[in-house]
Structure formats: structure tokens, C-alpha cells
């Protein structure tokens, strides 16, 4: 009886790691499937057109003055429009779309804490009557890059390009710039045609006008 109950324990074990085996092989598949067809949908018409909506909602919101001679900041703030429209598209599905849906408020709370240092710091030099002399500081994270393999900087510079994806390993990091290329390729697109609209209305509406009675 014994060697029976021993001899049936590595039949089980077999079982449950063939099973745990199909599971996992399963898992993957259904993640690769769904990578696929998160990639694909950024080549959709439909795709576009929903993007081309929130894009236009969005760049309502800008406010631009032609007269202004500030053009690098209005078209930094455009930018900043299409990209959270982009964002919004991806429902903050992927990493990259969570980063830049959060990047506004954590941009916000760091000029907060940074005006509230400077004020602490004038205050502190006021009542000692002293100013210390700031010394150059050397990045750890330089001296730690230069020293790095070709493919380690490289991937350190793909996660630094793809929005969230800093300190993410390299399978993550493979995965959300794949997804983040294809939505940038959509924008493009979208945008190219939104422009090539607006163009090409501007330039009926001038026609109009001078193709109009003469007295």
C-alpha cells in the first residue's frame, strides 16, 4: 500500500506541472494576442477618427495668440494637446498613456515645491546674512551610464523616450514603446490630414473673398 501511494506521488506532481505549464503557455498567448490587436487598432480608420475627436476637443482648450512672440511655447502647448489626447485615445490602458495622463499634476506639485524651496531658501539667507556658494555637482546616474554596456545605454535611452518606462526592464520596455510607436504613427497621420483640412478650407474661404462683386 505504501509503495503504491510512493509510487503514485511523481505521477501527480508530473500532472500539476504539465498543468501549470498550460497555464502559463496559455496566459502568454492570450497577453501576445492582446498586444497584437492593441497594436493593430492604431491602423484603424475608426481609431483615427476617434483620436481626430478628442484632438479638436482638446486644442480648444489652447489658447494662442498669433501676435505672441512666445511661438515655442504655444507650440510646446499643442504638443501637450495631442499628446494627452493620444493619451485619453489609449483609455490609460498602456504605461506610457498613464505617465502623460499624470505627468500635468506631477509637473504642477514640483513648480509648487520648488517655488515654496526657493522662498524657504531666500528666507534662511535674509536671517543669517549669508549666501553660500552653490559647488558643481556630478550626477551618479553620468558616471554610472558612461561606464555601461552599449546595450544597457541603449536600452536606458529607449525607456527615457517612451513616457514612463525610466526604470522598467527591458521586455516592459520593448512592449510599451512597440504600442507608443504605432500610436504615434496614428498621430501623424491624423494630424497631416486635420492640417491638409484646415488648409485647404483657409485657402476656399480666401478665394472666396476675392472672387467676390467688384463695384
Same mark, same amino acid.
Given at each position: ?19 501549470k ?51 515655442p ?10 499628446d ?10 498602456t ?9 500635468r ?10 517655488? $515654496?524651496?526657493?522662498?524657504?531658501? @531666500?528666507t %534662511?539667507?535674509m536671517?543669517? =546674512?549669508? /549666501?553660500? &556658494?552653490?559647488?558643481?555637482?556630478? !550626477? ?11 546595450v544597457?545605454?541603449?536600452?536606458r ?29 496614428? $498621430?501623424?497621420?491624423?494630424?497631416? @490630414?486635420? %492640417?491638409?483640412?484646415?488648409s =485647404?478650407? /483657409?485657402? &476656399?474661404?480666401?478665394?472666396?473673398? !476675392? ?5
Open positions: 500500500m505504501a509503495s503504491a501511494l510512493i509510487s503514485n506521488h511523481p505521477v501527480t506532481n508530473s500532472n500539476s506541472d504539465r498543468s505549464r498550460k497555464k502559463k503557455k496559455k496566459s502568454q498567448a492570450q497577453s501576445q494576442e492582446s498586444q497584437n490587436q492593441g497594436h493593430a487598432k492604431w491602423k484603424t480608420e475608426a481609431q483615427r477618427q476617434i483620436y481626430c475627436s478628442k484632438l479638436i476637443q482638446a486644442l480648444s482648450q489652447v489658447r494662442l495668440n498669433p501676435s505672441s512672440p512666445s511661438a511655447r504655444q507650440g510646446r502647448a499643442v504638443r501637450e494637446a495631442a494627452r489626447a493620444l493619451a485619453v485615445s489609449a483609455k490609460g490602458r504605461r506610457w498613456s498613464r505617465a502623460i495622463l499624470t505627468s499634476i506631477k509637473l504642477k506639485f514640483r513648480k509648487q515645491h520648488k517655488r $515654496q524651496r526657493v522662498v524657504a531658501a @531666500a %534662511a539667507s536671517a543669517t =546674512g549669508t /549666501s553660500r &556658494s552653490k559647488k558643481p555637482r556630478v !550626477s551618479v546616474l553620468r558616471l554610472k551610464g558612461k561606464s555601461l554596456p552599449a544597457q545605454r541603449k536600452v535611452l529607449l525607456g527615457r523616450l517612451v513616457p514612463g518606462c525610466r526604470k522598467q526592464p527591458l521586455p516592459v520596455i520593448l512592449e510599451e514603446a512597440t504600442d507608443y510607436i504605432a500610436a504615434l504613427e496614428m $498621430q501623424v497621420r491624423a494630424m497631416s @490630414a486635420l %492640417a491638409e483640412l484646415l =485647404g478650407s /483657409s485657402s &476656399s474661404s480666401g478665394a472666396g473673398s !476675392s472672387s467676390g462683386p467688384t463695384s
